[in-house]
């Protein structure tokens, strides 16, 4: 697969897209028909209101698009990941691109010239959610992909919220130290593996890696460069948009609210980084697009790479690890699942302990389950069933207070005032071992699943 437009194609070869040919309002009402998709279809926006530009949304709406957009099944998902960071692809950079078939450079408002929604209610304007930030490390050139959430401002500005766990952040920080503004990309619509790559913890992508080579051994083939326009940096050559700019040193202005992965408004707003926009590279025929947060695609974009980080570390520190989940109901953040192959009664603790160990990837986890390998941890109800039969509370619960917790109400509501200022969250965190218990081995035989 080349490239974005012919994952759109594969799709609709599939009867996964589905078409809305009526005039969509960018503000709120484009949301609303993206939410009602969001565990079933992809959804194409032909028609929007002061624009003629179409909007697709919902392209990872289920596990198996992923897999399809890095060429492995279900079951394979985490070791291709795992493979392409040990195995990098060398990009290579060509003469001309679809993406610069249009470039503007003067008189920038990216509001009047891309159908930017805005999702919800309360979010402060319209916000890029689907697009990519390309940025390269000011000392060792290393180039990274990182997701941030960015309010569009009416001129050429775009204030950013850079997660403090993103190697963008870092960059920013050595370029400020310098005396300089970052020069950075915005891409929309390059091969889906970039998207995937993007929201790759840190952790599973150290400093040292470039990710747009991991990108390119996600795809299968050499991801195609070209030189932008007014940044030194080169972007893929077949995505749609490429918005180029630079973070501006020493500069922050307030952004949010934002209706945010958790569903809930991260408020109040805060002092973030600024973009200046320098040019908008496009092609003719463009495709915008665009993700709404708090629905399925973000949850599975957001959780995969989570779960492929937390798997290769728990492996590392317990034995008999099989596999980790990040359930939807949890936002793919709160809830993780955790199978087994128990061979000591001490390891469902253990694995307890080395899922909640704090990093990017286990900050947001609130609950961990440990089941056996007779259970299916991408099954809820089976999850449920493990719990109902294979736990006492008074021996099989393990709490941990006072550790670090991210966009969770019932977190913030219970920190202090204080510390909120100094932008630390505390929450408490719930270990279940849901395995059968070793401890009475004559008992074992009671815990069979009944079967045929």
Partial sequence: MKGFREYLKELKARDDIIEIDTEIDPVIEIAKIQKKYSNSKTVLFNKIKGYDIPVVSNIFHKRENIALAIGTDLAGLKDKILFSVKNPVDTVVVKSAPVQEIVITKDIKPLDVLPIPQHYLKDNGKYITAGVIL??????????????????????????????????????????????????????????????????????????????????????????????????????????????????????????????????????????????????????????????PFTAEHFHLGGLPRETDLLKRIKQAVPGILDIHLTLGGCSRFHAVVKIKKIKESNANHTIVATLFPTESARDIKVVVVVDDDIDIYSPSDVEWAIATRVQWHKDIVIINKMEGLLDPSAIANTSASMLERTEILTSKIGIDATISLEKPDFINLYEKVGF
């Fill in 135 to 292: 940025a390269a490390d000011p000392e060792t050139g290393i180039r990274n992909i990182s997701f941030a959430r960015m309010q569009v401002n009416n001129n050429n500005k775009i204030n950013v919220m850079i997660n403090p766990n993103r190697h963008l952040l870092r960059y920013f920080h050595k370029a400020e130290e310098l005396g300089k503004s970052l020069d950075v990309a915005i891409i929309f619509g390059a091969h889906p593996a970039v998207w995937l790559e993007g929201a790759m913890p840190d952790g599973l992508v150290n400093d040292d890696m470039d990710e747009l080579n991991i990108a390119s051994s996600l795809s299968g083939r050499p991801i195609e460069l070209i030189k932008g326009k007014t940044i030194d940096l080169a972007y893929p050559a077949n995505c749609e948009i490429a918005i180029e700019g630079r973070i501006i040193n020493d500069k922050r202005e307030y952004e949010g609210p934002f209706g945010d992965y958790s569903g809930i408004y991260d408020n109040p707003p805060r002092k973030n980084p600024v973009i200046e926009i320098s040019a908008i590279a496009r092609r003719k025929d463009v495709i915008y697009h665009d993700l709404l």
